[in-house]
């Protein structure tokens, strides 16, 4: 189960003004390695940067290897600008030493192979390998690249439980590819209309199950989750089951209601979801309605209207599930975010953290507390919430957007800005 006690471990980046902040080098995308020993992060210069965790047992991550995996170009078929800014990042199963990685932009997918190897002396007789840069020590090279399967920009990358296929999805469709073939890929979901004024609901996340190679879920901004087993049927956009949430009314009910992320459990039993308000908690036998709703921040809904006239309406805020306390970690505005043990069993416990520079000269523990009843029960009726509102001092534009959690021990990242930081139990 591992220590009780978290700490702020570490932070990366400079902490500056968000006026003064380089649109480029804030971080969009973080995600651990399947074994938690690498942690890479994407930025909106397209530039993927590695950290590997430190050696002799103590905690936090150093530098590894950095890249360039996207850059900015103009398609000159759509007369658009195409951002390299990383949308997601996802690593895929692989032997000691030799690290496989996939990244994606709005619309090309790239597989990178990282390999430790010898320093290479002028002496030798053969050419230096060629790489895009990194650690001398760390060899970076682009092995494949997935294009032509989108027309929509791409929102989701997830790897099979046994790392020979992985997904990709857009608005409208998810493909199913071959890690080893990029040629062809199998088109699982479409739910493009006839005549596109007739788009009433778009695909918002996708997610393999860490259990079943295949079996995977899919968000809609309608709110529904699908889930869908691949051995059930070939036909395509009849998911296996089709989980409901109760409707929302109000002002802002049709953009507080999308699924932003969601993921199966690892008991094979449960799913969690994440809203704008909202963490929810679904057993697989249960479609239609969630075991749990847990309101990330009781109160956000008294500063919907600052929100929207904000333009942050549509952030993508992502939930991250770890098997080792059934955690759930979620992120909220000011640098805020928290996570919650234990969400599948009957007395769910909370951390909260602020990820700020402040830490560095006032370190704090964090201690876990029993989620009350009535926060609970705010999660079901969240028009009828008590709780206080969110302060109107909180930075709205310090969202914790992204978040990963190691799957190995307690630790979570987190990024705010241009800036990473790391927590984690010390045993």
């Known amino acids: ?21 380089r649109q480029g080098d804030i971080v969009s995308e973080i995600e651990f390695s399947t074994d938690g020993r690498l942690l890479a ?18 905690p936090g991550y150093d530098f590894y290897t950095e890249f360039q995996s996207h850059e900015s170009e103009f398609d000159s078929l759509k007369s658009v600008n195409i951002d390299g800014v990383i949308n997601k990042i996802e690593w895929v199963r692989s032997e000691e030493a030799r690290h496989i990685i996939l990244t994606t932009n709005d619309t ?3 597989l990178w192979k990282l390999q430790e190897q010898a320093p290479w002396t002028s002496s030798s007789s053969s050419e230096a390998p060629s790489d895009t840069g990194g650690d001398d020590a760390v060899q970076c090279r682009l092995k494949r690249q997935f294009k032509n399967g989108h027309v929509y920009q791409i929102n989701s990358l997830s790897t099979s439980s046994d790392g020979e296929t992985f997904l990709s999805a857009d608005d409208l469709r998810i493909n199913l590819w071959r890690i080893e073939d990029n040629k062809k890929a199998f088109n699982a979901i479409d739910v493009k209309p006839g005549a596109t004024e007739s788009i009433t609901s778009v695909i918002t996340c996708a997610k393999f199950s860490g259990v079943e190679c295949s079996t995977f879920l899919y968000g809609v901004s309608s709110g529904l989750i699908n889930c869908v087993d691949m051995r059930c049927s070939s036909e395509r956009n009849h998911p296996s089951k089709i989980f409901s949430p109760a409707r929302l009314s109000g002002l802002f009910a049709d953009v507080t209601s999308p699924v932003l992320s969601a993921e199966f459990a690892q008991d094979g039993r449960h799913l969690v979801s994440r809203d704008f308000l909202t963490i929810k908690v679904w057993d697989m036998a249960m479609e239609k309605e969630p075991v749990r709703v847990i309101p990330v921040e009781c109160g956000l ?29 979620a992120g909220s505005y000011g640098g805020v975010f928290k996570i919650y043990d234990g969400v599948l069993g009957e007395s769910p416990s909370v951390r909260t953290f602020e990820a700020s520079k402040a830490l560095l000269s006032a370190p704090r523990t964090y201690p876990s507390h029993p989620v009350p009843a009535d926060v609970l029960a705010c999660g079901r009726s969240p028009g009828q919430c008590r709780h206080p509102g969110v302060p109107p001092s909180i930075d709205l534009t ?30």
């Open 398 to 427: 310090k969202r914790v957007l992204r978040l990963s959690h190691n799957p190995c021990k307690d630790c979570v990242a987190v990024s705010v800005m241009n800036n990473m930081y790391i927590f984690g139990a010390v045993e």
């Open 301 to 329: 809904k008294t500063r919907m209207g600052d929100i929207y006239e904000n333009d942050l309406i549509y952030d993508r805020f992502q939930l991250s599930y770890s098997a080792h306390r059934d955690s759930v970690a």
């Open 1 to 21: 189960m591992g220590s009780d006690e978290w700490h702020f471990l570490q932070m990366f980046g400079d902490e500056l003004d968000s006026t003064e902040t």
């Open 41 to 58: 992060t994407g930025d909106k210069a397209g530039r993927v940067v590695v950290f590997k965790e430190k050696g002799n047992a103590a």
């Open 108 to 110: 090309t997918i790239k």
